[in-house]
């Protein structure tokens, strides 16, 4: 948590006129000093430029109440999680009825979560090209400018991802178009829509140093490691769903090895710290997306993530405030081993203690009795949104796609290795922070000798992609990747009721694929005003 956040600095407002509005910017006189042509001039106003690009990974948020306008809500878990068999949409039956739409896969093309999902990446997507295409001509230093252009490429490779596996192919903007060029855009296919991802992430991987060379103020800064965990990451959702690029499991093993060679980053040794303070920017993080705290009361803000608000508790029995979406099912405290110290740390219940506090969790407001203890991170009673920085790419997730990727290769032995790695870490965790009422001490597991045993080095095939599999579920639950795993490895379908199976899948790419791609409805006003063929299955 910091107490102060670089990405809403002087810049955001500067930008956001830039973003939104570049054609009336070029056609007007600028009205203050800083413009396009001198930006990337000073140093200081190059990385703010490229921090207000930072800032639009973080809108999660939605209208801050009585501001007028505001970022809708869209938060990652309502894909990756609430689409899959990890999580019910929770909060009473009426609350929210745009994620009950996803979930039922029975959403209108005028969905909030969509709508806000392809304005705010597109939001960044336009930040980042204003960086990208005027840098160039700065005068700042070389370095820090190949740097600078280096994160802006990342980030936009990052939203455009974000786009792709939601709505499939869509429109490629490689600058900022005149009025005159509106009616030349044109949306790409899926497949091109990768490649102009992996050109980003490539060209970023270049140029962008190492997590360890950069200094303590830029911690939470796109990384040589991130570009190429990203890109790993890219690759490996494309060999299970489109793979008209062609890629190889080859690749995959490359790029995470890369990343594992580098000696830029280690697990974290207690598990149960990642998602708190102290597990920020850690030897474990590749990629997380920066917060700050905030002395407001609750309500969306300009630092801090409403995500802990939105799955924290109802208020029962004086513990604090929250929506109480994202429950996590019985499927998935299921999947858990017996005694692994993950469960606890990932899921609580009714009567749980939670940071110090017994919670109480209300039936009427959940659907399956838990709730996400990964954001239970602010101290009830806390009523605000919190500092809590997002983790999107933990070293765990590289070391298990490197897994994955080996025993697609017949690498099994390492694959085991890999994979026994972060069972290892596993058993060593303690207890989450405040199991106990008036603290919020890490007490210990005191795990029984034999938990999460060693795979077996004779582990290959399929029984050897199931343990991976299993691994990925139990070590990420309620870190929103599961729906993206169940695609791309031919499951999702199969965890779905028959009704919502076959909604799912008459909105789904079946053909030239390798694996069904369900996607969701691009904004109606959208495919109205760039013409944009709308997805299967919507009207």
Known sequence: MKTFSNARMLTFAVLLGLASGCESFLDKDPLGSVTQLNLFNDPTNATQAVNAVYDVAGWDQGRKFGVGEGVGVSFDWMFGDVLSDDAEKGSSDSDFGAITELKTWATPTTNAIISSWWVNNFTGIARANIVINNIDAGTIDAPLKARLKGEALFLRAFFYFNLVKVFGGVPLFEKTLLPTEVANVKRSTIAETYAFIEKDLRAAAAVLPEKGAYAAADAGRATKGAANGYLARVIMYQLGTDNTNNHTWQEVYDLTNTVTTSNQYTLLPNYAAIHQEIGENSSESVFEVQFANSNDSYGPISTGTTSNVFQGNREFAGYGFGYGFNNPTQSLYDEFEANDPRREVTIFKDGDVVLGVVNRIQPAFSATGYLNRKVAITAPPSPQSAGQNLRKLRYADILLMKAEAAAQLSRNGEAVTLVNQVRARARMST???????????????????????????????????????HERRVEFGGESLRFWDLVRTGRYFSILSPDVAARARARSITTGVVNPIPLLPIELQDTQTWGIVQNPGYN
């Open 431 to 469: 207890r989450p922070p405040g199991t106990t009422v008036g603290s919020t001490a890490y007490a210990p597991a005191n795990t029984p000798a034999g938990t999460l045993p060693d795979l077996s080095a004779s582990l290959s095939g399929q029984a050897l992609l199931n343990a991976i599999w």
